[in-house]
């Protein structure tokens, strides 16, 4: 799936490249700051899990960029002939910035470029990001363990 390798968000000019090996620790800490306070209430999270995920489909990812520094990153795919997105995490310093929102609304575009009907997303159940999710127009469809999988419509 192809996306921009350039967004103008706001005040911030962002580059989005390919994932490759070298971006493994910075994920690794950007999930450390951000999604594993909300996992490590259900188990401890575990690096060689996070490993074997990593290096299964590190390609698939997509690195964000102000400047040279790195900032979040994104990862898109396609489940249940709908478009998921399996990952959206920015640090710290550049949330509530209007960067998740503007990327949101540009997956919409790629959903509906590609026929898509609907956007997937899971998100923990105690992750304030839900409330985000369903101001966007995502609704919960199902819960399976401690992960709500969201759906929004595009028709």
């Known amino acids: 799936m ?4 350039k967004f103008n968000i706001n005040d911030f000019e962002i580059l989005c490249r390919t994932c490759k ?6 994920i690794l800490n950007l999930f450390k700051k951000t999604i594993f ?3 490590s209430k259900y188990y401890d999270p575990n690096i060689k899990m996070f490993n074997e995920r990593f290096y299964s489909d590190y390609k698939e990812k997509k690195i964000l ?3 040279s520094r790195r900032i979040g990153m994104f990862q898109l795919s396609e489940r249940n002939n709908r478009l998921a997105i399996t990952g959206l995490f920015l640090s710290e310093t550049y949330q509530g910035k209007g960067i998740a ?3 949101m609304n ?3 575009e790629i959903a509906k470029a590609n026929k898509y009907s609907e956007i997937e997303l899971l998100v923990w159940d105690n992750n304030p990001a839900k409330n ?3 101001k966007l127009g995502y609704k919960i469809d199902s819960k399976k363990d401690h992960k709500y999988l969201m759906v929004k419509s595009l028709k």
């Not at 192809?2 to 390798?5: A, G, L």
């Not at 090996?21 to 910075?26: P, Q």
């Open 2 to 5: 192809r996306v921009k390798s």
């Open 106 to 108: 540009y997956f919409e």
């Open 37 to 39: 306070k909300y996992i």
């Open 132 to 134: 985000f999710y369903k």
């Open 65 to 67: 960029l102000s400047g």
């Open 101 to 103: 929102k503007h990327l």
């Open 21 to 26: 090996t070298t971006d493994r620790d910075f």
